[in-house]
């Protein structure tokens, strides 16, 4: 099991209560998989640094979790495919 810190950006047309609730479903798939989650932390909207789809803000959520390299593979895999989720970055912690 490896550590690794997800970056999310969900789309600013979402509703900031349903934003939680997008992260939790996608968080699933850690625990499905054997994974933990360590932390979630959302950041709330926020300006962006370029415009990405049009959109110049975002919701910010930071994920820290331990699993399995395929596991996160896969989530990553689904939120890239979500259409509320605008972009991901995935970063395996050195801890």
């Known amino acids: 099991m490896r550590k690794y810190e997800v970056m999310v950006l ?16 996608h968080l699933e798939v850690i625990t499905n998989g ?3 989650v360590d932390n979630t932390d959302i950041w709330g909207r ?3 640094a370029y415009d990405i789809n ?5 919701y ?3 994920l820290q979790v331990t699993a399995e390299p395929a596991t ?3 989530m990553d ?9 605008v972009r991901t ?3 395996r912690r050195e801890d």
């Open 10 to 25: 969900i789309d600013s047309d979402v509703d900031e209560r349903q934003v939680p609730a997008l992260v939790e479903k």
């Open 34 to 36: 054997g994974g933990t």
């Open 46 to 48: 926020r300006r962006l």
């Open 54 to 58: 049009k959109k110049s803000e975002a």
């Open 60 to 62: 910010y959520a930071v």
């Open 72 to 74: 996160v593979s896969e």
């Open 77 to 85: 895999r689904l939120m890239t495919i979500d259409e509320k989720i």
């Open 89 to 91: 970055k995935v970063l």
